[in-house]
C-alpha cells in the first residue's frame, strides 16, 4: 500500500460503512428472528450468564451457538438498548467482509478486485440482509475471513503460518456463529484446492495437523461446556439442528421442490441485482473445458466456493434466504470475472444508474421503517402502552412470542400452550396458573380466545379482558394476578 492509496482506502471504507449504517435504527425489531435474538443478548445482559442462551428467565434456547448473541449484547452494553445498538454488529460484518472480498479478489485475480468488493457491496441480499438481525452477516464475514487465510496461505507463499492462523481462528468463531454451516464454504474450497493442479501441491501450507486442534480450541469449548452440563443436548444438536434441518421438514422451513422454487430461486435471481443478470449472460457463452478450468485458481475457486455449498442447501430440507449469504462472496467473484479488467469505470449514464440503484436500496430500508407491519414489535409495544396492560410478564397463548417487546416493555417474555406443551422453549397453561400470582398479562388471538376462558376457568383462575385489544390480539389477565 503506497502512502497515496492508504487514505484513499479507509476514506472509501468510511463510505462503505456509513451506507451500512443508514436507517440503522429506524425500524423497529420484527417478529420472530430480531425479537429472538435480541431478546437472548438482553436476556445475557441482565442475567451475567453468557454461557446458556435464555428466551425468558426460565426458558433456554440452543438453537444457535452464542457469538451472535456476544456480539448483540457487547454493542448494547457499549451504546445501550436500541435498534441501532443491536443491528451494529451487522453493519461492521458488512463493511468488513466487502474489504475481505476486495482482499480476495486482489489474490485471485488482482484486475478484477476493485470490481468484485463493488459487486459485493451493490448487490441486494448482502445490503438488505445486513439490515436483519440474524447469525448469517456474522457467518459471511468469519466464512469470508477463513477463505482469506485459505487463499492467501495458497497462493501468496508469504507468511503461510499467519495465513493459516487465520484461517483456522476465522473457522473457529464460524462455527461458534452458526455451527456445521460455518465449515461449508471452506469444505468447498478445500475441495477446490485438492482438484486444482497448481494448488495441491501446495496443501501443506493449510497448517491442518495442528489447525484442526485450534478450530477445536475456538469451536468445542460452548459445546462441551453444555453437554457436560446437559448430556440430552447433545441429540438435541446432532438430531434437531444438523440431522432434521438437512433430512427432514421438522422445522417447517420451505420443504420439498415447491420450497426450493419459492424461496432459493427468487433469492438468487432478486438478492444478485443488479449484477446477478451478467452471469447469467456469461453462463451462455461456451466455458472451458474443465481441465482447463482446474488450472486456473482465480476462477476454479471461487466456482467450487460457490456451487458446492449450493448444491447442499438446494438438497437440505430447511431453507430460509440469509441461508445462501455467505456465497455472495463467491458470488461476486465470479461476477467480477465478466467485467472489464482494472478499476471499476462506468460512462456517466452507467455511475448515474449505479447510483440511483444504491439509493433504491438505501430507500428500502427507509420505507420499512414507515410501512406499517404487523411484524413490528416496536408499534406492538406502543399500542400495548397506550391500552395499559404492559406488565412485568407477558405470556403469548398459542402463538408464536413476539420477543421484541423484551427491548421496548423490558418485560419477561413466555409462551404458554393451553394444553400440555409441546416443546422445549413454552411451558403449559396449567403450569404457570400453577405459579403464585404475580403481574403478568395474557396475549392471544381471537381465534384461542375462547379455549383459553374455558381452560383457565377450569383450573380455578378466570381470566378477565384488558383494554379494546387490536385485530389480531387480546389481552387478558389471571384471577388473582394484580398489577401495581
Partial sequence: MTSATGPRILILALLVLAYALAFQGSRGLFTTDEGRYSAVALNMLESGDFVTPKLSHDVAHFSKPPLTYWAIAASVAVFGGNEWAIRLPNALAFTLTVWLC???????????????????????????????????????VFETLAALGLIAALLDGERPLRQALLLWVALGLAFVTKGPPGLLGIAALALAALTCPPLRPRIGRLGARWGWALWLA??????????????????????????????????GRSPGFYGLITVYLPTLLLGSLPWGVRLLGALRRPWPRLAALRE???????????????????????????????????LALLIARTLPPGPPTFSRGGWLLLGLWLAALI???????????????????????????????????????????RLYLGANIERARINQATSRYEQSLADLLAEPPQCRTFIVKPRSENDLQVAAARLGRPMHALGAGTARFHWYRAQGDTCP
Wanted: hydrophobic residues 55%.
Fill in 296 to 330: 486456473d485458481p482465480g476462477l476454479w475457486l471461487p466456482l467450487l466456493w460457490f456451487s458446492v455449498p449450493l448444491l447442499v442447501f438446494l438438497l437440505a430440507q430447511s431453507r430460509m434466504p440469509l441461508y445462501l449469504l455467505p456465497l455472495w462472496v463467491p
Fill in 102 to 140: 476486495f482482499a480476495i479478489g486482489k489474490r485471485l485475480d488482482r484486475e478484477h478486485a476493485g470490481w468484485a468488493a463493488l459487486i459485493y457491496a451493490s448487490m441486494a441480499l448482502p445490503y438488505l440482509g445486513a439490515h436483519w438481525v440474524s447469525t448469517d452477516t456474522l457467518l459471511s
Fill in 363 to 405: 430507500a428500502l430500508r427507509g420505507f420499512a421503517a414507515q410501512a406499517p407491519m404487523h411484524t413490528n414489535d416496536r408499534a406492538l409495544a406502543a399500542t400495548m402502552r397506550e391500552q395499559g396492560v404492559v406488565a412485568p410478564e407477558l405470556v403469548f397463548v398459542e402463538d408464536s412470542p413476539r420477543f421484541g417487546l
Fill in 218 to 251: 475456538i469451536a468445542a469449548p460452548w459445546f462441551v461446556l453444555l453437554i457436560v452440563q446437559r448430556p440430552d443436548l447433545l441429540d438435541y444438536f446432532l438430531h434437531d439442528e444438523v440431522a432434521a434441518r438437512v433430512l427432514s421438514d421438522k422445522h
